[in-house]
């Protein structure tokens, strides 16, 4: 499951903590709906299912008082399979197409069987455990391979508290090679989250928020692809750096050596048993999955040929409906060739489904929300006022607007599903207005959600990995503040550059 999923980090105290992801969305509901009462409605013209710039008209309250309090009270409903009729109305009994999230609901359900069931086998973590047996004697590249599994994790599927089992395998081992406990945290807290940072078909980033932009979510992925390589590789660099300074002179660690680091150091913990046939396996057809998921969202011919060519006879064009399907029977799969069967492997699915839920449930209460809005008929309202400041701005310019924009939002919706679901439907038709691809929305949003997460106080992979690497915030915040600018400034340059080429 994904960091971006949790709620706030454990604290030792029962000092005041901020609010859940689900209260906060609880509140955002009733405060938008409250809003309906005094936003005045409007709408734009359309264009191909797109806002004409210029051509806002307010208009009349369509809803009634009593189909207001409706609506608060249908909004998670709607959230859920709210359907559209041909008058634009949302509801559960209405006829047309759908509006809610059902389809990224049952998709976050589906992975979370497949992720679980493949954890349970033991194949994940005895990977990672081939792979630190395989390169110890070579610490730097043993760092940059780990942080590389770590982060396309993070990229793929959302990877985020799943790794703080990996701090009791490389604390020991990285200190017993002459690293620090911060190189740790490096490669575990920084590879995820720059992983997710820069997400490619991460269904809590790439997927919520290309499915509340109206774009396929292979729409843009060359570019992400490439920001992939070029953020993970500076983030590995600056890692190995470090550790190797430390290596070469203890002095320079940021957080020093406690006689426990050294009696771990000497102790060195003992290091996993090769891979069986079994997880071989497994991991083959984990690692397979998500190839031909990667294969059958990316609409190719539009990306080679241009926007408007069909669909070449081999291109599958799939979305969430056939991806569920595909992690469902891979669940089977990947857990059969683990040596689940009977009810260990079904038991193991709906493990998985329990652990996702949450998620799922916080991406319903989002578009519930945009229901409340779509149906008062204020969401061109809330456009119309955020088009003067987008007006005449350079494609580059509006990228960067929208990086900065959205970084405080993911304060205060610490989910970024959640976030994705509720802003995207907003933000991403501005788009529209300054001439660039929504996809460079959907891009912009998931480097902003990732920097404000690699150091967000309220994320339970941040405060948990560091109590488990026993590193200190501050000392963290201090050491990764850095990279976070290198980060910020390089996700702004691709995304001029992407802005341009939209």
């Not at 799943?162 to 945290?185: I, K, N, S, W």
């Not at 329990?354 to 809005?373: K, P, S």
């Amino acid at each position: 499951m994904s960091q971006y999923e949790s709620e706030a980090a454990p604290a030792a105290s029962k000092a005041w903590r901020f609010p859940s992801t689900y209260t906060v969305l609880i509140v955002i509901t009733v405060v938008v709906w409250l809003l309906t009462w005094i936003i005045p409605a409007g709408h734009y013209q359309t264009q191909d299912g797109r806002p004409v710039a210029g051509s806002f008209q307010v208009a009349a309250s369509p809803l009634s008082a009593h189909q207001r309090v409706k609506e608060l009270f249908l909004a998670p409903v709607n959230g859920l399979y709210g359907i559209e009729n041909a008058a634009g109305f949302v509801g559960p009994y209405e006829s047309g197409s759908v509006f809610g999230a059902i389809g990224v609901f049952f998709y976050v359900l589906s992975l979370g069987a497949f992720i679980v069931t493949t954890t349970k086998t033991g194949a994940i973590d005895a990977c990672l455990g081939h792979v630190a047996q395989r390169f110890r004697r070579r610490g730097g590249l043993l760092i940059a391979m780990v942080m590389l599994l770590i982060a396309i994790g993070g990229s793929t599927y959302g990877m985020g508290e799943e790794t703080l089992g990996f701090y009791a395998l490389l604390v020991p081992l990285l200190l017993g090679l002459g690293f620090d406990r911060m190189t740790a945290v490096g490669v575990i807290l920084v590879g995820s989250v720059v992983g997710n940072m820069n997400s490619t078909v991460n269904p809590f980033m790439t997927g919520a928020a290309s499915a509340g932009a109206g774009v396929p979510m292979g729409s843009g992925i060359g570019l992400r692809f490439i920001m992939f390589l070029a953020l993970t590789g500076l983030a590995i660099a600056y890692v190995v750096i470090y550790a190797r300074r430390v290596q070469r002179n203890a002095a320079h660690s940021v957080v020093g050596f406690t006689d426990e680091d050294r009696e771990l150091a000497q102790a060195r913990l003992q290091l996993p048993q090769p891979m069986t046939g079994r997880q071989k396996a497994v991991m083959a057809a984990f690692a397979a999955t998500f190839a031909f998921m990667i294969f059958a969202i990316i609409p190719w011919a539009q990306v080679i040929v241009g926007p408007q060519a069909a669909s070449w006879p081999w291109q599958l064009d799939w979305y969430f409906p056939e991806l569920t399907a595909l992690f469902l029977v891979m669940s089977v799969v990947t857990g059969w060739l683990g040596g689940l069967r009977g009810n260990s492997l079904f038991n193991a699915m709906l493990a998985g489904i329990a652990d996702f839920m949450g998620a799922a449930l916080v991406i319903v209460l989002a578009r519930g929300i945009t229901v409340i809005m779509h149906n008062a008929q204020i969401t061109d309202t809330v456009l119309h006022s955020m088009e003067s400041v987008v007006s005449g701005a350079s494609s580059g310019l509006f990228a960067v607007i929208m990086y900065l924009i959205i970084m405080p939002l993911s304060f205060l919706v610490p989910s970024s599903s959640g976030l994705a679901t509720l802003a995207m439907p907003v933000l991403a038709p501005i788009a529209d207005f300054a001439g660039v691809g929504r996809e460079i929305v959907v891009t912009a949003y998931q480097g902003s959600v990732g920097a404000i997460a690699m150091i967000s106080p309220t994320s339970a992979i941040v405060m948990s990995g560091l109590a488990l690497a026993k590193v200190s915030y501050p000392r963290y915040l201090m050491w990764v503040l850095p990279l976070l600018a290198m980060l910020a400034v390089a996700t702004c340059l691709f995304l001029v550059v992407g802005a341009a080429l939209s």
